[in-house]
């Protein structure tokens, strides 16, 4: 699964990257972001070739859904199942969306602690995961964008620290992801795949990370791994 992970550009590294159009969205670098919390998407324009940039509720409250309950169940979606899921079916054809990244979060269980690493892309650069959006209006008419990231089975790298992984999209398959003309779930579901192990790199940081309410630099420096007890020698 994907918990929490790091954008750590500014807005204008992200317009650039994502080629995205000026908008009003303000971003500021954050370490450890959360589900529920506003997270920057990019899409594209149904009727130009034009992407934008937005903000939106992380955990998606499906159209149809009578209250935000089930937002909290809904930050992944799982790649085998997303075309069977009454939730994601018709987001997989119709509403997708990259979800901008510099890197992701998963605990490894050491007896009873957890230790936390981070995931990156190469030398730490910006990548997107895959993800899926709706459009909800809450009882008093508002209306509520939300979004889940998908994952699929992990990597030789993180699979000694977890067994799912994001959808890390390669760049040349922003296109195609993004493509309102692509309204089939087979097309979208080849580019559901673990990326490689070689372009990617993992380190052990502080459990700092656990707590939501931290959110700077130091959530994301590399730590040594916690190695247990030092046993005493029995002289």
């Known amino acids: 699964m994907c918990g929490r992970y790091r954008l750590s550009r500014r807005k204008q590294a992200l317009d650039e990257y994502f080629a995205a159009e000026p908008s009003d969205v303000e971003w500021n670098p954050r370490y450890n972001i959360a589900p ?5 998407t990019v899409r594209q324009d149904s009727k130009r070739p034009a992407r934008t940039l937005s903000l939106m509720r992380w955990g998606l409250i499906p159209s149809w859904a009578k209250d935000a309950s ?14 069977i899921k009454p939730a994601f079916k018709d987001a997989l054809k119709l509403r997708r969306c990259l979800i901008p990244a510099d890197g992701f979060y998963e605990w490894q269980r050491e007896r009873k602690s957890r230790q936390p690493f981070c995931f990156e892309v190469n030398d730490g650069e910006l990548f997107a995961f895959a993800g899926l959006w709706d459009r909800w209006v809450n009882p008093s008419g508002e209306i509520v964008e939300s979004c889940s990231i998908l994952t699929t089975t992990a990597n030789s790298l993180t699979r000694d620290v977890h067994d799912r992984m994001p959808v890390i999209l390669a760049k040349d398959d922003y296109d195609l992801w993004l ?3 692509m309204n089939n779930s087979k097309g979208a579901c080849e580019l ?3 990326l490689a192990a070689s372009q990617m790199r993992k380190y052990a940081v502080s459990t700092r990370i656990n707590t939501v309410q931290n959110d700077d630099e130091s ?10 007890p030092v046993q005493q020698s029995l002289l």
């Open 219 to 228: 959530c994301a420096a590399p730590v040594e791994p916690y190695a247990g």
């Open 179 to 181: 493509d309102p003309g």
């Open 36 to 40: 529920t919390q506003p997270i920057v």
């Open 70 to 83: 089930m937002a909290a169940s809904m930050i992944n979606a799982r790649s085998e199942t997303v075309t």
């Open 192 to 194: 559901l795949k673990p």
